[in-house]
């Protein structure tokens, strides 16, 4: 089994620099995670912000960020962040938004396949919860003085060195957000696909029309981020692939130029 301990270490290094910044865009993002922290909560960062900063390296600026607490009352919570709270996620999260930093937190408890029994819960589980692979890590925001941050993770790390997204966690209850998100998570990173992803993008996106697949890009992302032409493309790729090479990993047609707007796009990337 590899090493991943200068793997785990270069995250926790990548997070302190990008929550120790003094940059005036990072002001007020810091100042919120602080409150949140001052409630009594017990914060871990989670998912794509910690993805991008370990693939695009210490100078990513991820504008997306997740948090999952333990410890604070909600009620008691959202009063503190009354100001900044544009909307209650449907697990019973909330939505907040400070400058163009986009902001979802929620209790670990509702994460929804801890709220419905697939997991036992718990934050050391948490990462076990994500569709993706490149999702399944989690890293504590405010560490006790003189100690790390704590870093739990399930397949991330080998996700992001073999440069493969594959499912994690396949029970989900939005399989047509998965395939959307498979495909533009590979595209966007230019990783590949693993087989059961592959396999599950085929599946499920059988069963829907490219319409549907951009309806639900609509919901998710605010936009298109993938067009009907990509997505042609895309899962004719993945289809001859898996035809010629059903047990390997599949490669998404991907221009750089292609690549660099998914990462500049102001949508979000969960």
Not at 76 to 89: F, I, P, Q, S
Not at 117 to 135: D, I, K
Request: proline letters at 5%.
């Amino acid at each position: 089994m590899a090493d991943f301990t200068s793997q785990i270490d270069c995250l926790r290094a990548r997070v302190n620099r990008f929550l120790g910044s003094t940059a005036p865009r990072r002001r007020h993002l810091n100042h919120l995670l602080r409150t949140i922290c001052q409630s009594g909560s017990t914060v871990y960062l989670f998912g794509g912000a910690l993805r991008d900063l370990m693939v695009a390296g210490p100078s990513a600026v991820p504008r997306d960020v997740d948090l999952v607490i333990a410890g604070a009352q909600s009620k008691a919570l959202e009063d503190a962040l009354a100001v900044h709270v544009k909307r209650r996620t449907r697990f019973g999260g909330l939505h907040l938004g400070v400058d163009d930093w986009m902001i979802d937190i929620w209790p670990l408890r509702e994460t929804w396949a801890f709220r419905e029994q697939h997991v036992e819960t718990g934050f050391s589980m948490l990462p076990r919860t994500t569709f993706l692979n490149v999702e399944a890590v989690a890293v504590e925001l405010a560490p006790r003085r003189g100690r790390r941050r704590v870093v739990y993770a399930h397949g991330f790390f080998e996700g992001v060195l073999d440069g493969v997204v594959e499912i994690n966690f396949e029970e989900n209850p939005f399989p047509t957000l998965c395939v959307v998100r498979g495909l533009i998570t590979a595209a966007r990173l230019q990783f590949r696909l693993g087989p059961r992803l592959a396999r599950y993008v085929l599946h499920y996106s059988g069963l829907s029309s490219i319409e549907e697949l951009v309806d639900v890009q609509r919901s998710h992302y605010g936009y298109v981020r993938a067009s009907p032409d990509e997505l042609h493309t895309w899962l004719a790729a993945v289809s001859d692939q898996v035809s010629s090479r059903p047990c390997g990993p599949v490669s998404l047609p991907v221009s750089r130029s292609r690549q660099l707007e998914f990462w500049t796009d102001p949508a979000s990337s969960r």
